[in-house]
Protein backbone atom coordinates (compact mmCIF):
# COMPACT_ATOMS: atom_id res chain seq x y z
CA UNK A 1 0.00 0.00 0.00
CA UNK A 2 2.58 2.20 0.82
CA UNK A 3 4.50 1.29 -2.13
CA UNK A 4 1.37 2.54 -4.38
CA UNK A 5 1.34 5.81 -2.62
CA UNK A 6 4.82 6.78 -3.10
CA UNK A 7 4.06 5.77 -7.00
CA UNK A 8 0.96 7.88 -7.20
CA UNK A 9 2.88 10.39 -5.78
CA UNK A 10 5.51 10.62 -8.31
CA UNK A 11 3.38 10.31 -10.88
CA UNK A 12 1.16 13.17 -9.77
CA UNK A 13 3.01 15.99 -11.09
CA UNK A 14 3.21 14.63 -14.60
CA UNK A 15 -0.58 14.09 -14.57
CA UNK A 16 -0.88 17.33 -13.36
CA UNK A 17 1.22 19.04 -16.24
CA UNK A 18 -0.93 16.93 -19.30
CA UNK A 19 -4.10 17.94 -17.13
CA UNK A 20 -2.98 21.61 -17.23
CA UNK A 21 -1.57 21.59 -20.55
CA UNK A 22 -3.36 18.67 -23.35
CA UNK A 23 -2.03 19.90 -25.96
CA UNK A 24 1.78 19.27 -24.61
CA UNK A 25 0.48 15.78 -23.79
CA UNK A 26 -0.99 15.54 -27.30
CA UNK A 27 2.81 16.51 -28.78
CA UNK A 28 4.40 13.77 -27.00
CA UNK A 29 2.40 11.65 -28.06
CA UNK A 30 2.69 12.30 -32.18
CA UNK A 31 6.44 11.91 -31.83
CA UNK A 32 6.36 8.91 -29.51
CA UNK A 33 3.88 7.35 -32.67
CA UNK A 34 6.60 8.93 -35.27
CA UNK A 35 9.63 6.71 -33.39
CA UNK A 36 7.49 3.69 -32.95
CA UNK A 37 6.78 3.68 -36.72
CA UNK A 38 10.59 4.36 -37.86
CA UNK A 39 10.87 1.34 -35.44
CA UNK A 40 8.12 -1.01 -36.62
CA UNK A 41 9.32 -0.12 -40.43
CA UNK A 42 12.73 -1.19 -39.59
CA UNK A 43 11.60 -4.42 -37.86
CA UNK A 44 13.20 -7.87 -40.16
CA UNK A 45 11.45 -11.11 -40.66
CA UNK A 46 12.84 -13.57 -42.52
CA UNK A 47 15.45 -11.57 -44.28
CA UNK A 48 12.99 -9.21 -45.67
CA UNK A 49 10.91 -6.71 -43.93
CA UNK A 50 7.85 -7.12 -41.82
CA UNK A 51 4.38 -6.10 -41.77
CA UNK A 52 4.75 -4.75 -38.54
CA UNK A 53 4.77 -1.40 -39.41
CA UNK A 54 1.43 -2.37 -41.84
CA UNK A 55 -0.54 -3.53 -38.64
CA UNK A 56 0.94 -0.04 -36.63
CA UNK A 57 -0.58 2.42 -39.24
CA UNK A 58 -3.97 0.36 -39.54
CA UNK A 59 -3.82 1.02 -35.77
CA UNK A 60 -2.98 4.81 -35.64
CA UNK A 61 -5.91 5.88 -37.57
CA UNK A 62 -5.79 9.18 -39.22
CA UNK A 63 -4.88 12.52 -38.57
CA UNK A 64 -2.12 14.10 -37.73
CA UNK A 65 -1.13 11.32 -35.68
CA UNK A 66 -1.66 8.51 -38.63
CA UNK A 67 0.23 11.14 -40.86
CA UNK A 68 3.44 10.59 -38.93
CA UNK A 69 3.08 7.18 -37.94
CA UNK A 70 2.83 6.45 -41.78
CA UNK A 71 5.30 8.75 -42.76
CA UNK A 72 7.63 6.76 -39.85
CA UNK A 73 6.74 3.79 -41.29
CA UNK A 74 7.37 4.59 -45.04
CA UNK A 75 11.22 6.18 -43.29
CA UNK A 76 11.56 2.93 -41.63
CA UNK A 77 10.92 0.40 -44.33
CA UNK A 78 13.04 2.66 -46.53
CA UNK A 79 16.30 2.74 -44.36
CA UNK A 80 16.08 -1.03 -43.46
CA UNK A 81 15.54 -2.48 -46.81
CA UNK A 82 16.49 0.37 -49.33
CA UNK A 83 13.83 1.75 -51.60
CA UNK A 84 13.69 -0.71 -53.90
CA UNK A 85 13.07 -3.62 -51.64
CA UNK A 86 10.49 -1.73 -48.84
CA UNK A 87 8.26 -0.27 -52.59
CA UNK A 88 5.77 -3.11 -51.32
CA UNK A 89 5.48 -2.30 -47.73
CA UNK A 90 5.38 1.43 -48.37
CA UNK A 91 2.30 0.66 -50.94
CA UNK A 92 0.55 -1.47 -48.25
CA UNK A 93 0.88 1.13 -45.60
CA UNK A 94 -0.44 4.12 -48.38
CA UNK A 95 -3.04 1.46 -49.19
CA UNK A 96 -4.04 1.04 -45.15
CA UNK A 97 -4.12 4.98 -44.72
CA UNK A 98 -5.69 5.82 -47.11
CA UNK A 99 -8.99 3.01 -46.42
CA UNK A 100 -9.00 4.48 -42.78
CA UNK A 101 -9.30 8.12 -43.75
CA UNK A 102 -11.54 7.55 -46.47
CA UNK A 103 -14.15 5.12 -44.01
CA UNK A 104 -13.70 8.11 -41.24
CA UNK A 105 -17.18 8.95 -39.43
CA UNK A 106 -18.44 5.81 -40.58
CA UNK A 107 -20.34 2.86 -37.95
CA UNK A 108 -18.32 0.27 -40.14
CA UNK A 109 -14.85 2.35 -38.79
CA UNK A 110 -15.44 1.44 -35.71
CA UNK A 111 -15.83 -2.07 -35.61
CA UNK A 112 -13.06 -3.81 -34.14
CA UNK A 113 -12.20 -5.89 -36.95
CA UNK A 114 -12.62 -3.53 -39.90
CA UNK A 115 -8.87 -2.15 -39.83
CA UNK A 116 -7.02 -5.69 -39.56
CA UNK A 117 -8.83 -6.99 -41.70
CA UNK A 118 -8.06 -3.83 -43.80
CA UNK A 119 -4.26 -4.59 -43.22
CA UNK A 120 -4.49 -8.23 -44.00
CA UNK A 121 -6.02 -7.52 -47.33
CA UNK A 122 -3.59 -4.63 -48.10
CA UNK A 123 -0.98 -7.32 -47.52
CA UNK A 124 -2.37 -9.99 -49.44
CA UNK A 125 -2.90 -7.58 -52.50
CA UNK A 126 0.65 -6.11 -52.32
CA UNK A 127 1.93 -9.14 -51.89
CA UNK A 128 0.06 -11.01 -54.63
CA UNK A 129 1.50 -8.49 -57.40
CA UNK A 130 5.20 -8.48 -55.64
CA UNK A 131 5.67 -10.87 -53.68
CA UNK A 132 5.96 -13.84 -55.46
CA UNK A 133 9.67 -14.40 -55.40
CA UNK A 134 11.63 -16.61 -52.47
CA UNK A 135 13.07 -14.64 -49.63
CA UNK A 136 14.56 -15.83 -46.54
CA UNK A 137 14.76 -19.53 -47.54
CA UNK A 138 10.91 -19.29 -47.79
CA UNK A 139 8.21 -19.50 -51.24
CA UNK A 140 6.49 -16.09 -51.68
CA UNK A 141 3.07 -17.76 -51.48
CA UNK A 142 4.06 -19.02 -47.77
CA UNK A 143 6.08 -15.60 -47.11
CA UNK A 144 3.07 -13.71 -48.37
CA UNK A 145 0.31 -15.68 -45.87
CA UNK A 146 2.33 -15.21 -42.59
CA UNK A 147 2.34 -11.51 -43.70
CA UNK A 148 -1.68 -11.28 -43.58
CA UNK A 149 -2.14 -13.29 -40.87
CA UNK A 150 0.56 -11.16 -38.73
CA UNK A 151 -0.48 -7.46 -40.62
CA UNK A 152 -4.24 -8.41 -39.55
CA UNK A 153 -2.89 -9.54 -35.86
CA UNK A 154 -0.57 -7.05 -35.73
CA UNK A 155 -3.58 -4.28 -36.45
CA UNK A 156 -5.82 -6.19 -33.63
CA UNK A 157 -3.29 -6.02 -30.94
CA UNK A 158 -1.45 -2.76 -31.92
CA UNK A 159 -5.02 -1.12 -31.39
CA UNK A 160 -5.64 -2.91 -27.63
CA UNK A 161 -2.69 -1.30 -26.64
CA UNK A 162 -2.69 2.19 -28.44
CA UNK A 163 -6.45 2.33 -26.91
CA UNK A 164 -7.52 5.41 -24.28
CA UNK A 165 -6.55 4.41 -20.50
CA UNK A 166 -10.99 3.54 -20.26
CA UNK A 167 -10.83 0.38 -20.13
CA UNK A 168 -14.62 -1.38 -19.48
CA UNK A 169 -13.93 -4.88 -19.39
CA UNK A 170 -11.44 -7.26 -17.79
CA UNK A 171 -11.46 -8.56 -21.03
CA UNK A 172 -10.67 -5.29 -22.61
CA UNK A 173 -7.75 -4.97 -19.98
CA UNK A 174 -6.24 -8.22 -20.63
CA UNK A 175 -6.31 -7.89 -24.49
CA UNK A 176 -4.53 -4.17 -23.81
CA UNK A 177 -1.87 -6.27 -21.95
CA UNK A 178 -1.12 -8.44 -24.61
CA UNK A 179 -1.47 -5.77 -27.22
CA UNK A 180 1.32 -3.93 -24.81
CA UNK A 181 3.33 -7.14 -24.97
CA UNK A 182 3.54 -7.72 -28.46
CA UNK A 183 4.09 -3.97 -29.66
CA UNK A 184 6.98 -3.54 -27.58
CA UNK A 185 8.15 -6.88 -28.81
CA UNK A 186 7.63 -5.80 -32.52
CA UNK A 187 9.31 -2.37 -32.03
CA UNK A 188 12.84 -4.03 -29.90
CA UNK A 189 12.71 -6.55 -32.96
CA UNK A 190 13.45 -3.52 -35.56
CA UNK A 191 15.46 -1.96 -32.86
CA UNK A 192 17.86 -4.85 -33.11
CA UNK A 193 19.70 -3.30 -35.75
CA UNK A 194 20.49 -0.19 -34.10
CA UNK A 195 23.97 -0.93 -32.71
CA UNK A 196 26.20 1.41 -30.44
CA UNK A 197 30.08 1.45 -31.32
CA UNK A 198 29.22 -0.76 -33.98
CA UNK A 199 28.70 -3.73 -31.48
CA UNK A 200 25.78 -3.17 -28.78
CA UNK A 201 22.48 -3.97 -30.59
CA UNK A 202 19.91 -1.38 -28.56
CA UNK A 203 17.30 -4.05 -29.23
CA UNK A 204 18.83 -6.39 -27.72
CA UNK A 205 19.97 -4.47 -24.68
CA UNK A 206 16.39 -3.04 -23.86
CA UNK A 207 14.53 -6.57 -24.84
Not at 20 to 44: C, S
Not at 72 to 97: C, E, K, Q
Amino acid sequence: MAARTRQAARSAPWESVFRQRPALKKRLGDGGIFLLALAMGAGRLFAGPGPFGMGLVAAAGWGLRGFLCLLGTAMGYAAGSGLFGAVRYIAASFLIFTVGFITQGRKIRERPWFMPLAAAAAAAVTGALYGRGETGGLPGTVRVFLEVILAGGCAYLFDAALTPDSLATEGAEQRRSIGTAALAACALMGMAGVRLWRTVSVGRLLA
